[in-house]
C-alpha cells in the first residue's frame, strides 16, 4: 500500500520531477558549499570540488529513479535534471577555460549512466509485470 507521499510523487510527470530536482539540487549545494565554507582550514577549491561531485551523485541518483518509474523519460530527463549546469556553460566565460568543467561533465555523464540504467531497470521490471 502506498503513502500519500508516494502517491502524490507518482502523479507528478516526469519533466516536473526534472525541473523540481535541478532545482532543489542547486538549492542543496549552495546550502552545503555555505556550510562547508564555515568550517576554518578548508581550501575554497575543495569545497568547490566537492559541492559539484554531490551535485553530479544527486542529479544521477534522481535520473536513476525518475527513468526507472517512466523509462521513456531518457530522452529529457538527464537534460531538464542539467539545466542549470547547461545554462552556465552556454552563460559563464570562464566556463571551459577553468577546470570547472570537468567536473560538470563528469556529472552530466553520470547523470546520463544513472538515466540508462534507471531506464533499463525500468523496461525489465515493466515486462516483468506484464503476462506474456
Not at 523540481?20 to 538549492?27: E, Q, Y
Not at 547547461?86 to 563528469?106: D, H, Q
Not at 552530466?108 to 534507471?118: E, H, K, P, R
Amino acid at each position: 500500500m502506498k503513502t500519500e507521499k508516494q502517491k502524490l510523487i507518482s502523479r507528478i510527470p516526469s519533466w516536473g520531477l526534472a525541473l523540481l530536482t535541478a532545482l532543489l539540487s542547486m538549492v542543496l549545494i549552495i546550502f552545503l558549499a555555505s556550510l562547508l565554507d564555515l568550517i576554518p582550514g578548508i581550501d575554497e577549491n575543495l569545497v568547490g570540488g566537492f559541492a559539484y561531485i554531490s551535485l553530479g551523485v544527486i542529479i544521477a541518483t534522481a535520473c536513476y529513479f525518475i527513468c526507472r518509474h517512466n523509462p521513456i523519460s531518457i530522452w529529457y530527463v538527464p537534460i531538464l535534471c542539467n539545466t542549470m549546469g547547461i545554462i552556465s556553460a552556454i552563460v559563464e566565460p570562464n566556463f571551459w577555460i577553468t577546470s570547472m568543467w570537468i567536473l560538470f561533465c563528469a556529472g552530466w555523464i553520470l547523470s546520463l549512466a544513472g538515466a540508462i540504467s534507471g531506464a533499463i531497470a525500468g523496461k525489465r521490471s515493466i515486462s516483468r509485470a506484464i503476462p506474456e
